[in-house]
Antibody, heavy 120, light 107 residues
Framework: QVHLVESGGGVVQPGRSLRLSCAASGFSFSRYGMHWVRQTPDKGLEWVAVIWYDGTNRDYADSVNGRFTISRDNSKNTLYLQMNSLRAEDSAVYYC?????????????WGQGTLVTVSS | DIQLTQSPSFLSASVGDRVTITCRASQVIDRYLAWYQQKPGKAPTLLIYGASTLQSGVPSRLSGSGSGTEFALTITSLQPEDFATYYCQQLNSYPPTFGQGTRLEIK
Protein backbone atom coordinates (compact mmCIF):
# COMPACT_ATOMS: atom_id res chain seq x y z
CA GLN A 1 0.00 0.00 0.00
CA VAL A 2 0.97 3.66 -0.37
CA HIS A 3 3.37 4.77 2.32
CA LEU A 4 4.90 8.21 2.80
CA VAL A 5 7.39 8.86 5.61
CA GLU A 6 8.70 12.33 6.36
CA SER A 7 11.90 13.07 8.22
CA GLY A 8 14.23 15.96 8.92
CA GLY A 9 12.11 18.13 11.18
CA GLY A 10 13.41 19.67 14.37
CA VAL A 11 14.17 22.90 16.18
CA VAL A 12 16.08 25.52 14.21
CA GLN A 13 16.96 29.16 14.81
CA PRO A 14 15.43 31.93 12.70
CA GLY A 15 17.39 32.55 9.52
CA ARG A 16 18.81 29.04 9.42
CA SER A 17 18.05 26.19 7.01
CA LEU A 18 16.51 22.75 7.21
CA ARG A 19 15.88 20.00 4.66
CA LEU A 20 12.89 17.71 4.90
CA SER A 21 12.70 14.36 3.17
CA CYS A 22 9.74 12.15 2.29
CA ALA A 23 10.38 8.50 1.45
CA ALA A 24 7.68 7.00 -0.76
CA SER A 25 6.78 3.36 -1.29
CA GLY A 26 3.91 1.21 -2.51
CA PHE A 27 3.28 3.08 -5.76
CA SER A 28 5.03 4.28 -8.91
CA PHE A 29 6.50 7.44 -7.40
CA SER A 30 7.76 8.78 -10.73
CA ARG A 31 4.20 8.94 -12.11
CA TYR A 32 2.71 11.29 -9.55
CA GLY A 33 2.88 14.95 -8.70
CA MET A 34 3.90 15.47 -5.09
CA HIS A 35 3.24 18.22 -2.58
CA TRP A 36 4.22 19.64 0.76
CA VAL A 37 1.39 20.88 2.98
CA ARG A 38 1.86 22.35 6.43
CA GLN A 39 -0.43 22.72 9.42
CA THR A 40 -0.51 24.93 12.48
CA PRO A 41 -3.17 25.25 15.17
CA ASP A 42 -3.62 28.94 14.32
CA LYS A 43 -3.56 28.98 10.51
CA GLY A 44 -4.78 25.47 9.83
CA LEU A 45 -3.79 23.64 6.67
CA GLU A 46 -1.67 25.52 4.13
CA TRP A 47 -0.44 24.22 0.81
CA VAL A 48 3.30 24.91 0.45
CA ALA A 49 4.66 23.54 -2.82
CA VAL A 50 4.14 21.11 -5.71
CA ILE A 51 6.50 19.33 -8.07
CA TRP A 52 5.51 17.64 -11.29
CA TYR A 53 5.96 13.88 -11.60
CA ASP A 54 9.17 14.31 -13.62
CA GLY A 55 10.48 17.32 -11.73
CA THR A 56 10.17 19.60 -14.75
CA ASN A 57 7.81 22.01 -13.09
CA ARG A 58 7.33 23.22 -9.55
CA ASP A 59 5.38 25.95 -7.82
CA TYR A 60 5.15 27.54 -4.38
CA ALA A 61 2.88 29.40 -2.04
CA ASP A 62 3.68 33.11 -1.95
CA SER A 63 4.62 32.77 1.73
CA VAL A 64 7.61 30.52 0.93
CA ASN A 65 8.48 31.47 -2.65
CA GLY A 66 12.16 32.35 -2.92
CA ARG A 67 13.03 30.67 0.39
CA PHE A 68 11.88 27.06 -0.05
CA THR A 69 12.81 24.63 -2.84
CA ILE A 70 10.92 21.43 -3.60
CA SER A 71 12.78 18.66 -5.42
CA ARG A 72 12.61 14.93 -5.99
CA ASP A 73 14.84 11.99 -6.80
CA ASN A 74 12.76 9.46 -8.68
CA SER A 75 15.60 6.92 -8.55
CA LYS A 76 15.33 7.00 -4.75
CA ASN A 77 11.54 7.48 -4.52
CA THR A 78 12.18 10.50 -2.34
CA LEU A 79 10.72 14.00 -2.15
CA TYR A 80 12.57 16.90 -0.54
CA LEU A 81 11.87 20.36 0.79
CA GLN A 82 14.86 22.65 1.28
CA MET A 83 13.85 25.44 3.64
CA ASN A 84 16.13 28.48 3.87
CA SER A 85 15.84 31.78 5.77
CA LEU A 86 13.40 30.19 8.17
CA ARG A 87 11.01 32.38 10.14
CA ALA A 88 8.99 31.80 13.26
CA GLU A 89 5.85 31.65 11.13
CA ASP A 90 7.26 28.64 9.28
CA SER A 91 6.84 26.58 12.46
CA ALA A 92 4.37 23.82 11.62
CA VAL A 93 3.84 20.15 11.03
CA TYR A 94 4.95 19.50 7.46
CA TYR A 95 3.25 16.75 5.48
CA CYS A 96 4.21 15.34 2.13
CA UNK A 97 1.19 14.36 0.08
CA UNK A 98 0.59 12.60 -3.20
CA UNK A 99 -1.43 14.24 -5.95
CA UNK A 100 -4.54 12.32 -6.97
CA UNK A 101 -4.52 10.65 -10.37
CA UNK A 102 -7.55 12.67 -11.55
CA UNK A 103 -6.06 15.98 -10.46
CA UNK A 104 -2.77 16.52 -8.75
CA UNK A 105 -4.27 19.15 -6.49
CA UNK A 106 -6.39 16.67 -4.60
CA UNK A 107 -4.16 15.02 -1.99
CA UNK A 108 -5.00 11.34 -1.79
CA UNK A 109 -2.26 10.05 0.52
CA TRP A 110 -0.37 11.87 3.24
CA GLY A 111 2.63 11.07 5.38
CA GLN A 112 2.49 11.19 9.17
CA GLY A 113 4.11 14.62 9.26
CA THR A 114 7.31 16.06 10.68
CA LEU A 115 7.38 18.97 13.13
CA VAL A 116 9.46 22.04 12.38
CA THR A 117 9.95 24.60 15.14
CA VAL A 118 11.69 27.86 14.34
CA SER A 119 12.81 29.49 17.57
CA SER A 120 15.81 31.20 19.06
CA ASP B 1 -6.71 33.58 -2.78
CA ILE B 2 -10.09 31.89 -2.53
CA GLN B 3 -11.42 31.78 1.02
CA LEU B 4 -13.38 28.75 2.21
CA THR B 5 -15.65 29.20 5.20
CA GLN B 6 -16.98 26.12 6.94
CA SER B 7 -19.97 26.02 9.23
CA PRO B 8 -20.39 25.16 11.91
CA SER B 9 -16.87 25.26 13.36
CA PHE B 10 -17.95 22.85 16.08
CA LEU B 11 -20.67 20.24 16.04
CA SER B 12 -21.84 17.92 18.78
CA ALA B 13 -23.84 14.86 17.75
CA SER B 14 -24.70 11.32 18.79
CA VAL B 15 -24.02 7.95 17.23
CA GLY B 16 -26.73 7.30 14.67
CA ASP B 17 -27.40 10.99 13.94
CA ARG B 18 -27.32 12.60 10.54
CA VAL B 19 -25.10 15.68 10.24
CA THR B 20 -24.28 18.18 7.51
CA ILE B 21 -21.22 20.40 7.29
CA THR B 22 -21.22 23.25 4.81
CA CYS B 23 -18.38 24.96 2.97
CA ARG B 24 -18.81 28.30 1.26
CA ALA B 25 -16.29 29.61 -1.26
CA SER B 26 -15.54 33.30 -1.75
CA GLN B 27 -15.61 32.80 -5.53
CA VAL B 28 -17.16 30.28 -7.90
CA ILE B 29 -15.10 27.08 -7.93
CA ASP B 30 -17.32 24.91 -10.14
CA ARG B 31 -17.08 21.46 -8.51
CA TYR B 32 -13.38 21.55 -7.70
CA LEU B 33 -13.78 20.76 -4.04
CA ALA B 34 -12.54 18.00 -1.77
CA TRP B 35 -13.33 16.93 1.78
CA TYR B 36 -10.82 15.50 4.25
CA GLN B 37 -11.11 13.89 7.66
CA GLN B 38 -8.42 14.32 10.30
CA LYS B 39 -8.16 12.57 13.65
CA PRO B 40 -5.97 13.86 16.49
CA GLY B 41 -2.27 13.31 15.85
CA LYS B 42 -2.90 11.91 12.37
CA ALA B 43 -2.66 13.23 8.84
CA PRO B 44 -5.78 14.18 6.91
CA THR B 45 -7.37 11.54 4.70
CA LEU B 46 -9.19 12.24 1.45
CA LEU B 47 -12.91 11.46 1.63
CA ILE B 48 -14.51 13.11 -1.38
CA TYR B 49 -13.24 14.88 -4.50
CA GLY B 50 -14.98 16.60 -7.36
CA ALA B 51 -17.54 17.74 -4.78
CA SER B 52 -19.35 14.38 -4.73
CA THR B 53 -17.09 11.48 -5.76
CA LEU B 54 -16.22 9.16 -2.90
CA GLN B 55 -12.58 8.21 -2.62
CA SER B 56 -11.99 4.46 -2.71
CA GLY B 57 -12.72 2.80 0.63
CA VAL B 58 -14.85 5.63 2.02
CA PRO B 59 -18.18 4.36 3.39
CA SER B 60 -21.34 5.29 1.53
CA ARG B 61 -22.89 6.92 4.60
CA LEU B 62 -20.73 9.92 3.62
CA SER B 63 -21.80 12.03 0.69
CA GLY B 64 -20.89 15.36 -0.87
CA SER B 65 -22.96 17.83 -2.81
CA GLY B 66 -22.91 21.31 -4.24
CA SER B 67 -21.34 23.39 -6.95
CA GLY B 68 -20.38 26.99 -7.54
CA THR B 69 -19.87 28.46 -4.10
CA GLU B 70 -21.97 26.28 -1.77
CA PHE B 71 -21.01 22.74 -0.80
CA ALA B 72 -22.01 20.21 1.82
CA LEU B 73 -20.67 17.06 3.41
CA THR B 74 -23.37 14.85 4.88
CA ILE B 75 -22.85 11.87 7.14
CA THR B 76 -25.87 9.68 7.75
CA SER B 77 -26.04 7.38 10.76
CA LEU B 78 -22.88 8.61 12.52
CA GLN B 79 -20.48 5.92 13.66
CA PRO B 80 -17.89 6.24 16.46
CA GLU B 81 -15.07 6.44 13.91
CA ASP B 82 -16.66 9.50 12.28
CA PHE B 83 -15.91 11.79 15.20
CA ALA B 84 -13.03 13.88 13.89
CA THR B 85 -12.26 17.22 12.25
CA TYR B 86 -13.36 17.78 8.65
CA TYR B 87 -11.82 20.16 6.14
CA CYS B 88 -12.88 21.30 2.69
CA GLN B 89 -10.30 22.25 0.05
CA GLN B 90 -10.61 23.96 -3.32
CA LEU B 91 -8.39 23.54 -6.36
CA ASN B 92 -10.24 25.63 -8.92
CA SER B 93 -7.99 28.60 -8.41
CA TYR B 94 -4.32 28.84 -7.51
CA PRO B 95 -3.19 28.38 -4.79
CA PRO B 96 -5.21 25.50 -3.40
CA THR B 97 -6.77 26.53 -0.10
CA PHE B 98 -8.48 24.84 2.84
CA GLY B 99 -11.38 25.69 5.08
CA GLN B 100 -10.76 26.32 8.76
CA GLY B 101 -12.20 22.96 9.79
CA THR B 102 -15.28 21.59 11.53
CA ARG B 103 -14.76 19.60 14.69
CA LEU B 104 -17.36 16.87 15.15
CA GLU B 105 -17.60 15.56 18.69
CA ILE B 106 -19.70 13.00 20.48
CA LYS B 107 -22.59 14.45 22.46
Amino acid sequence: QVHLVESGGGVVQPGRSLRLSCAASGFSFSRYGMHWVRQTPDKGLEWVAVIWYDGTNRDYADSVNGRFTISRDNSKNTLYLQMNSLRAEDSAVYYCARGHSTSWFYFDFWGQGTLVTVSS
Amino acid sequence: DIQLTQSPSFLSASVGDRVTITCRASQVIDRYLAWYQQKPGKAPTLLIYGASTLQSGVPSRLSGSGSGTEFALTITSLQPEDFATYYCQQLNSYPPTFGQGTRLEIK
